[in-house]
């Protein structure tokens, strides 16, 4: 298991004033990793690099240290009922990263420090929808476990989340590094979920991230310490013998996972989809992608914000969900499918 370590840190100013900031600027000094300083995590524009190749790489080896300026939550159907960052971007590169629709101009990745007031905006929250529960994805802006080795941002938000009566987190990744969240008093209220994917897309799209089977022994690790547990299949892409592909995942999964009798595990499945800016952004710092973006096999669908994506025809996504759906029920019969979207 190869953890993410920066080739160099932004500080905002105030940052280093929380305890975070101090945690991180004492792994930057035992790390010997340069630290520069930016007025602003939204304003880092001396990142080398002569060609948007180069600069998304040294992008993606870039950490920067800030504060979360706007704490309004936005909503996350159907995954949760809000979201937060914790950070944004992540040290993955997946080619079909669905960020690229909005943070495609700043790859770089991006912790926020300030989580005492995340966790006062998660308080108010779940006061206006008292006594419903309200449920919070953290990973929708980035994967907050490919770093937490450097922040222990993801342990402080699972405790905080342990003592609530009326409030549920959701968290999901593409990394194994669990160990320190493993004593964590979570209290069974973080539902921990691991993207998955076939061999073919984790193979061919899914750089810098852990293998499948790292990530279902760090799955086999978090279940074991009492967390719920879930899998996300996303996104599914109907690439060259994908039935076989799939097929393959969901056996690995069925004889891997030891847990699977005795954990009720949810699964979320999402089809493969992409926006004309994503797609952009792509061709540019991946040429030479097998990523099929062809909008003549799609249909257009209108998102969030009157954005327009493209997803796959409706009697291919039928039968992509009935297929998948088929082997799940087949190797985790008492799995529950939460969504197909």
Known sequence: MKLWIPDRVYFEPAAMEYPMGERILKFCKEHQIPILKTTSHNQVRDIPGETEKARFANAKKTLVVGTKKSLKLDVCKPSAHFQFSLMTNCPGSCEYCYLYTTQGKKPYVRVYVNLEETFQTIDRYIEERLPETTVFEAASTGDPLGIEHISGALKETIEYFGQLKKGKLRVVTKFSNVDSLLDAKHNGNTR?????????????????????????????????????????????????????GYTELIETM????????????????????????????????????????????????????????????????????????????????????????
């Open 192 to 244: 921990f979920r691991f993207s998955v994917n076939s061999p073919y897309v984790i193979h061919q799209f899914e750089h810098n991230t852990h293998s499948l089977s790292e990530r279902l022994e760090g799955a086999g690790k978090v279940a074991a310490a009492g967390y719920p547990i879930g899998f996300i299949i996303a996104p599914i892409i109907l690439h060259e013998n994908w039935r076989e």
């Open 254 to 341: 069925g004889q891997n996972l030891a847990f699977k009798k005795k954990s009720h595990i949810t699964f979320e499945l999402i089809q493969h989809r992409y926006t004309n800016n994503a797609k952009q952004i792509i061709l540019e710092r991946y040429p030479n992608t097998k990523l099929d973006m062809d909008e003549k096999k799609r249909v257009l669908k209108f998102g969030k914000y009157g954005r327009t994506k493209y997803v796959y025809p409706k009697e291919d996504a039928q039968e992509m969900k009935l297929f998948i759906s088929a082997l799940i029920m087949k190797y985790f019969p008492n799995g529950h499918i939460h969504y197909f979207t």
